[in-house]
């Protein structure tokens, strides 16, 4: 059964700082890593999905990478802004998404 | 942008009342999955849909649950006689194909089981 687990579970940063949010998975089976985005009370935003084959992925201030052989995955967040804080899901996909607990961010103006 | 749209957006039942919980999914995809995700825990995944009939379920979706596809658009999560842990948001999800895409969410449907 794959485990997800994220660290730290909780983060808070003055504005500007670059954010650097790491989960690791037990089971390197998977098809791809997606990385998600969740405010309170809302539903899933995905991010990134980087498929096993590829090494990372970027979109903007977001970069994340993926080392299947070493089951981990990070997410990097440039320059940090207020509008970033939120919670940060980690999901290894094998035909079902299996997610770590989440990083809760807060960026400090 | 298209979007997995889920009705209600929030529900208060009666312990041991039925809830229909509805999902319309994006319109060219062929895969969909019910979440749950309870209070201050992980998002949890309950069943996946493909072809019109179930292609995996986790040990939480017991009897008590069932899903279907009525026609072409929604897609439903039923729960029968409901209990107090099954109070959660559950999400509706869907993607294009089982391996290289984004899987897009719904907003959630919260249920409070009283």
């Known amino acids: 059964k794959q485990e997800v687990t994220q660290i730290p579970a909780a983060l808070s940063v003055p504005e500007g700082e670059n954010l650097v949010l790491n989960c690791s998975f037990t089971d390197s089976a998977i098809y791809n890593l997606q990385w998600f985005r969740q405010d309170p009370g809302k539903g899933l935003t995905s991010l990134l999905l980087i498929q096993s084959s590829q090494r990372e992925q970027t979109s903007g201030r977001l970069n994340a990478s993926l080392d299947k052989s070493s089951g981990r995955s990070t997410l990097y967040i440039a320059a940090s802004q207020p509008g970033d804080s939120a919670t940060y899901l980690c999901?290894?996909?094998?035909?079902?998404?299996?997610f770590g607990a989440g990083t809760t961010v807060t960026v400090r103006a | 942008e298209p979007e997995v749209t889920q009705t209600p957006s929030h529900q208060v039942t009666q312990m041991g009342q039925e809830v229909i919980l509805r999902c319309v999914p994006i319109?060219?995809?062929?895969?969909f999955y019910w979440y749950r995700q309870i209070l201050g825990q992980k998002v949890e995944f309950l069943v996946s849909f493909y072809n019109n009939e179930i292609s995996e379920k986790s040990e939480i979706f017991d009897d008590q649950f069932s899903v279907e596809r009525p026609d072409g658009s929604n897609f439903t999560l039923k729960i029968r006689s409901t209990k107090l842990e099954d109070s959660a948001m559950y999400f509706c999800a869907s993607t294009p194909t089982g391996d290289i895409h984004t899987i897009y969410f719904g907003e959630g449907s919260w249920l409070t089981v009283v």
């Open positions: 999901a290894g996909y094998d035909y079902k998404l299996s």
């Open positions: 319109s060219n995809h062929l895969y």
